[in-house]
């Protein structure tokens, strides 16, 4: 038998390495793809200051930046740089970009269940809101969009929030973190939560109550993306869910 022979050795499997990144390594890469989402939007803001000669300062930056159609532009331009480190990282995995964030296209029974799904839930904040005497929508966001629309920045804001923002927050949180803690110890329970989480923090303008409205839809995209193994089924519905409140406050304001 070769196995025995000393002429002729057995053959010794290298394992693969892994094509995921695991919690640890998962976590730094996300780190780095919210500076890059965050250095892309703050750099619309810079380039605005600067083409227009104003003093690079925090109070030229904070001027400019509340502008809707500055705004709008620095929303748009963090897509760009998230998609780029993300591309990276999975790029260095020697992976399937397509495969890795489940750009996979869902099925109509999935899309119509998630819908369903995100309409309850933001009916159950809404009544809850209007029981506690709040506001659906955050105030200075409803001062936004006013001033968008009365600016002629409507539809800017409104590709702003329902194109570019939801792809890259979900390439970010349902598509990168959730791919790896998934793979890693916390399994998809706490690979939904966690990246539910780290959603959330990046909505930190709002207060509490907001805060936990988006945490709880967090966890039913994270949970759909589990369902139906598709990012693209959680960027529809995070479309939806920004179409219907940018075009309700809008309406509402006027």
């Known amino acids: 038998m070769d196995s025995l022979n000393p002429d002729h050795p057995p053959l010794t ?5 892994p094509r995921v990144w695991m919690f640890w390594s998962t976590a730094l890469w996300g780190l780095l793809i919210f500076l890059a989402m965050f250095v892309g939007q703050i750099g619309a803001i810079v380039l605005l200051v600067a083409q227009r ?9 904070q001027v400019v930046g509340h502008e809707p159609q500055a705004l709008a532009l620095s929303v748009a331009m963090g897509l ?8 990276l990282a999975i790029r260095i995995k020697k992976a399937s970009f397509v495969n890795y964030l489940a750009l996979h296209w869902p099925s109509w029974k999935h899309l119509l269940f998630g819908a369903v799904g995100l309409v309850l839930i933001v009916l159950a904040w809404e009544t809850m809101s209007r029981a506690l ?11 936004l969009l006013k001033s968008g629309r009365d600016k002629g920045a409507a539809m800017v804001l409104l590709f702003a929030f329902t194109v570019a923002a939801p792809m890259s927050e979900e390439v970010l949180a349902r598509g990168f973190l959730y791919r790896g803690w998934s793979a890693s110890f916390l399994r998809v ?12 923090i990046v909505h930190l303008q709002y207060d509490m109550y907001f805060l936990a409205e988006v945490f709880t839809i967090g966890l039913w ?7 139906a193994n598709s990012l693209w089924l959680t960027v529809v519905l995070h479309a939806l869910n920004n179409l219907t409140a940018v075009v309700l406050t809008m309406w509402l304001a006027s």
């Open 53 to 61: 000669g104003l003093p690079m300062d925090l109070a030229s930056l």
């Open 80 to 87: 760009p740089a998230t998609l780029a480190v993300v591309w």
């Open 13 to 17: 499997m290298t394992p693969a390495t």
């Open 221 to 227: 995209f994270g949970y759909m993306r589990y369902r």
């Open 189 to 200: 329970p706490g690979a939904i939560i966690l990246s539910s989480l780290v959603w959330t």
């Open 133 to 143: 005497g709040r506001e659906a929508t955050p105030g200075f966001m409803t001062d």
